[in-house]
């Protein structure tokens, strides 16, 4: 059976391996990896994780003393210990167990327009409305053409707006109609036509505004998703039909929004897309027609 070394045996065996030094105060050894990026250090932490219980002496686990919290670590850095961390796992459980469910489900409630009850959670965690909407406006009275393609209002020129991207991955874009609901869009990616959204129901003078989280959980306003393959990507649209007024007369103005969202891949795989940057590039590009 392998012994544990200590004192003057342990250090002559760790001068055999290179960057692995004793910690201070701790009965652990250490060692220092340096990475790119996130992406290599979260992916190098995982498979460390799957291979570490085949190398880890029964023995040892029972033998080893409480564990001391998990240091930080920034991105692209990874240090390895040999304590164990259940004391932590046990406390980031209960803590994570004491939540207020009403604070948890806050964020959800306000992206669907519910009554959102709890205290905010703060960071990452707090909703943020249409953080991850991209929006365009029609408006035949303001456009540079008179006509009915997307662009942008705040523009001086009120030229034609497209939205081009890279992608490095198969991703799904959604889009969404604001405003009054009735309207529906016509959409192309490099000049070739990928469809038109759904038919709606005319909501005027019923507006759900710049809203749009809501606008696509109500189920009322126009909307489509469609998937997009790696590669270079211009979207551009119009206004296929308007919704309409009191009159029965075309408003021809109103304004949308498109998201793009990685499309989900099956087990670990999804855990070394989280973080790396599906999205190459995004940007919103003006250009006369």
């Known amino acids: ?70 240091q930080q670590f920034g991105y692209g850095e990874v240090e390895l210990t040999s304590d164990l961390h259940e004391k932590q796992l046990e406390e980031t459980i209960s803590v994570l167990m004491a939540l207020n469910e009403d604070s948890l489900l806050k964020p959800f409630r306000q992206m669907t327009g519910q009554a959102a009850p709890g205290i905010d959670l703060g960071g990452w965690y707090n909703y943020v409305p249409n953080y991850d909407w991209h929006t365009f406006d029609v408006s035949t009275g303001l456009a540079a053409s008179q006509g009915t393609e997307w662009i942008d209002v705040t523009d001086g020129l009120r030229s034609a707006l497209d939205f081009k991207f890279n992608l490095t991955s198969t991703t799904l874009v959604t889009l969404v109609d604001g405003g009054f609901s009735g309207d529906r869009f016509q959409v192309f990616d490099n000049g070739t036509a990928l469809g038109t959204t759904s038919a709606a129901p005319n909501s005027y003078p019923t507006s759900i505004g710049l809203n749009f989280d809501a606008a696509l959980a109500s189920g009322t306003y126009s909307t489509a998703s469609f998937l997009l393959a790696a590669g270079s990507h211009d979207l551009t649209g119009l206004l296929a039909q308007s919704a309409v007024d009191d009159l029965n007369q075309p408003l021809d103005a109103t304004v949308g929004a498109l998201r793009l969202q990685p499309v989900p891949l099956p087990g670990a795989a999804l855990l070394f897309l989280s973080g790396s940057g599906l999205l190459s590039m995004f940007g919103r590009r003006r250009r006369a027609i």
């Open 1 to 70: 059976m392998a012994q544990k070394l200590t004192g003057e045996a342990r250090a002559a065996a760790l001068a055999k391996l290179i960057g692995w030094s004793e910690v201070p105060g701790r009965d652990a050894i250490t060692k220092q990896f340096q990475f790119d990026d996130f992406h290599h250090a979260f992916g190098f932490m995982a498979t460390a994780a799957i291979v570490a219980p085949n190398l880890w002496f029964p023995h040892a686990l029972a033998a080893a003393a409480p564990s001391q919290p998990l």
